[in-house]
């Protein structure tokens, strides 16, 4: 199965020295919904929007589909 992965979206943070919390402000996100990026979790496509003009960048630039192996098939 895939799914989204925000390891992007981390990088970006620590490479412009942005908080966690900080995002959450800018963006106008909870804590919670940043916990779910964390976790890989599903959120919903308005708040990576409001993370892209938070952080004037690209839905491209915070995220990326993430693919398991196929070993056992």
Not at 18 to 31: F, N
Not at 36 to 60: F, G, P, Q, S, Y
Request: hydrophobic letters at 40%; a negative charge.
């Amino acid at each position: 199965m895939n799914h989204l992965c925000y390891k992007k979206l981390m990088k970006l943070l620590v490479d412009r020295e942005i908080k966690q919390k900080e995002l959450c402000q800018l963006a106008d996100i909870s804590t919670s919904t940043m916990a779910k990026l964390k976790r890989k979790e599903n959120v919903n496509t308005e708040v990576l929007v409001k993370i892209c003009a938070a952080l004037h960048c690209d839905i491209a630039d915070i995220c990326e589909i993430e693919t398991e192996d196929m070993k056992d098939v």
